[in-house]
């Protein structure tokens, strides 16, 4: 639901830029939390704490996932004067996989995956059934693995999405959700391993 959110959200948006400036913002400031919450241990024995550079909190892979869609367009053949089909889809195909090869660098949750779902989502845009299709397809090839029933779920609230914003406006708050609900697992986990 996240990627197809992404996607739609960057096709509503009035404001691109800072569309994807607020998801590096949210990942930098998601991810001291996330370090905490999940590394902690880990970066403890490095001596890196609170940091762990070895994993990403999942805002970073949104937000290069947000790059990619912008060059996508950038590098389609519309915006080509020539008109060049090949070369814009060759730049379209390279701008992706340097991008997804970044996301599996810097080991950012769910890497390249995260990245060529919420691509799945954009390039069918105009499509309900083609999105949930391709995104069932790219599923079963990145993982191997069957849809699950939440998956399905989450297929049928998106063929059931109008197209339209809803009227509840709760953008920040669930960006703020995430670094947020991570901290309190932590220090619930932590007050109660030192009860136990």
Not at 36 to 62: A, D, K
Request: hydrophobic residues 50%; aromatic residues 16%; contains cysteine.
């Amino acid at each position: 639901l996240f990627c197809f959110l992404l996607a739609e959200g960057y096709l509503h948006t009035k404001n691109r830029k800072r569309y994807i400036g607020m998801m590096l913002v949210f990942a930098i400031i998601s991810e001291i939390p996330f370090d905490i919450g999940f590394f902690s241990n880990f970066s403890m024995q490095e001596r890196t704490f609170p940091f762990y550079w070895h994993y990403q909190n999942v805002f970073f892979t949104l937000f290069l996932s947000l790059v990619s869609l912008v060059c996508v367009d950038r590098f389609s053949a519309k915006s080509d004067k020539r008109n060049n089909k090949i070369k814009s889809i060759l730049l379209q195909i390279i701008s992706v996989a340097v991008i997804s090869i970044i996301a599996e660098v810097i080991h950012c949750d769910y890497g390249l995956v995260g990245v060529l779902f919420v691509l799945a989502f954009y390039v069918c845009r105009r499509n309900r059934l083609y999105q949930i299709l391709l995104f069932i397809l790219s599923y079963m090839v990145a993982t191997g693995n069957q849809p699950t029933i939440f998956i399905m779920i989450a297929c049928i609230l998106i063929l059931l999405y109008n197209g339209k914003r809803g009227t509840i406006k709760l953008k920040y708050s669930v960006y703020a959700f995430y670094p947020i609900h991570i901290s309190l697992l932590y220090f619930v986990t932590v007050i109660l391993g030192k009860l136990i």
